[in-house]
């Protein structure tokens, strides 16, 4: 006999009977697991959303943000050929560094040059004031022959009273008085003229000119050493040859100021509307996954990204489309970070409203 007992059957009842009981509790499974879904789904959907909705406000983040340095393009003072380089990309340089010199030869001798102006300059000085010192001297003998010459006329007026000289000899000591006139004015004359032409030492016009050249020579062979302006990295230094010409004005070399990195992250229109100076932020650097730097608001640019390009948009035509623009915002580490902040990385920076965050 088999262990397993089986209940008697009733009558007119098959063998499918009890297989058909048993199947009718599955439908009531797969009705609870619907019933289950229906409800827990749109659950996690609202409270979902109503995370998002209470937390998506206090914060705003762009990926349209970039590492920024200060960069400057050094470009020589004076022209010539360059003689000295001393530097090379990826250099590190201290203010005053020499970075490469220009030859100097043409402009020591351009100093020279005004050095031996300045020296004509003041001999020719001294020879005024010579020349305005013995100007004195002849007013001072003018004037002794006017007064022997008036002497004389009056001998000669006297005399021709009584009879005892001609009218001629008296008006030749007349002639004589009026020449020594002349002569004095002319004398007083040279030394008005001799004395306007020196002044002091220090007010003399060609003095001052010719030591103005000489200052400018001076300075300009000073520029032939070319100097690092400020701290920072060499780039853009592969063209920066010995024999090349250096021209005023045209960038030899680029000076990148490392640290002073700062992020400019373009948030769009509608976001910069609750930013302010101070306000925290973070920035995520592609460059370095899973760091996250502290940072804040230094400032929100004065017109969109449109208006500082070359050819801002003009939408007088009437074929006007909306497009949302966007404002470049300037953030700051809190701290120099540990990390190189190459100018130009890719970052994301976040700007928060709620400091709770």
Same mark, same amino acid.
């Given at each position: 006999?088999?262990?397993?007992?089986?209940?008697?059957?009733?009558?007119?009842?098959?063998?499918?009977?009890?297989?058909?009981?048993?199947?009718?509790?599955?439908?009531?499974?797969?009705?609870?697991?619907?019933?289950?879904?229906?409800?827990?789904?749109?659950?996690?959907?609202?409270?979902?959303?109503?995370?998002?909705?209470?937390?998506?406000?206090?914060?705003?983040?762009?990926?349209?943000?970039? +590492?920024?340095?200060?960069?400057?393009?050094?470009?020589?003072?004076?022209?010539?050929?360059?003689?000295?380089?001393? /530097?090379?990309?990826?250099?590190?340089?201290?203010?005053?560094?020499?970075?490469?010199?220009?030859?100097?030869?043409?402009?020591?001798?351009?100093?020279?040059?005004?050095?031996?102006?300045?020296?004509?300059?003041?001999?020719?000085?001294?020879?005024?004031?010579?020349?305005?010192?013995?100007?004195?001297?002849?007013?001072?003998?003018?004037?002794?022959?006017?007064?022997?010459?008036?002497?004389?006329?009056?001998?000669?007026?006297?005399?021709?009273?009584?009879?005892?000289?001609?009218?001629?000899?008296?008006?030749?000591?007349?002639?004589?008085?009026?020449?020594?006139?002349?002569?004095?004015?002319?004398?007083?004359?040279?030394?008005?003229?001799?004395?306007?032409? /020196?002044?002091?030492?220090?007010?003399?016009?060609?003095?001052?000119?010719?030591?103005?050249?000489?200052?400018?020579?001076?300075?300009?062979?000073?520029?032939?050493?070319?100097?690092?302006?400020?701290?920072?990295?060499?780039?853009?230094?592969?063209?920066?040859?010995?024999?090349?010409?250096?021209?005023?004005?045209?960038?030899?070399?680029?000076?990148?100021?490392?640290?002073?990195?700062?992020?400019?992250?373009?948030?769009?229109?509608?976001?910069? @509307?609750?930013? +302010?100076? @101070?306000?925290?932020?973070?920035?995520?650097?592609?460059?370095?996954?899973?760091?996250?730097?502290?940072?804040?608001?230094?400032?929100?640019?004065?017109?969109?990204?449109?208006?500082?390009?070359?050819?801002?948009?003009?939408?007088?035509?009437?074929?006007?489309?909306? +497009?949302?623009?966007?404002?470049?915002?300037?953030?700051?580490?809190?701290?120099?970070?540990?990390?190189?902040?190459?100018?130009?990385?890719?970052?994301?920076?976040?700007?928060?409203?709620?400091?709770?965050?």
């Amino acid at each position: 006999m088999n262990k397993m007992q089986t209940e008697p059957m009733a009558p007119g009842e098959t063998a499918e009977a009890p297989r058909k009981r048993r199947r009718i509790k599955v439908p009531e499974r797969k009705d609870a697991m619907r019933t289950f879904l229906m409800l827990i789904v749109p659950a996690l959907l609202i409270l979902g959303g109503g995370y998002y909705w209470l937390t998506s406000g206090g914060s705003v983040s762009t990926d349209d943000a970039q +590492v920024k340095q200060d960069i400057v393009s050094v470009s020589p003072q004076v022209n010539g050929q360059v003689v000295e380089v001393f /530097v090379r990309n990826g250099a590190r340089v201290k203010r005053g560094d020499i970075l490469f010199r220009i030859d100097p030869q043409p402009y020591r001798v351009a100093l020279e040059q005004a050095e031996a102006q300045l020296a004509a300059a003041r001999l020719q000085t001294r020879v005024l004031r010579t020349t305005a010192a013995g100007t004195g001297g002849d007013i001072t003998g003018a004037q002794a022959n006017l007064a022997i010459k008036r002497n004389a006329l009056s001998r000669q007026q006297a005399l021709l009273k009584q009879g005892f000289t001609t009218k001629a000899d008296y008006e030749d000591a007349l002639n004589e008085v009026r020449s020594a006139e002349t002569q004095l004015a002319d004398a007083q004359a040279r030394a008005a003229n001799a004395s306007a032409a /020196v002044a002091s030492e220090g007010q003399q016009p060609q003095i001052a000119q010719a030591q103005a050249a000489v200052d400018k020579a001076q300075l300009d062979l000073q520029r032939t050493d070319v100097r690092a302006t400020m701290d920072g990295v060499i780039e853009n230094a592969d063209k920066l040859q010995v024999g090349q010409m250096a021209v005023i004005g045209v960038g030899m070399v680029s000076l990148v100021h490392s640290t002073t990195a700062w992020v400019e992250a373009n948030f769009k229109e509608k976001d910069v @509307g609750r930013m +302010v100076h @101070g306000q925290r932020a973070s920035i995520e650097v592609d460059a370095y996954p899973g760091r996250k730097f502290a940072a804040h608001v230094q400032s929100v640019g004065a017109g969109t990204g449109g208006e500082f390009s070359l050819l801002p948009a003009q939408n007088a035509n009437g074929n006007w489309v909306k +497009v949302t623009q966007r404002v470049p915002v300037r953030i700051v580490f809190n701290e120099t970070p540990a990390q190189p902040m190459i100018a130009g990385l890719s970052t994301v920076a976040t700007v928060y409203f709620d400091d709770r965050k």
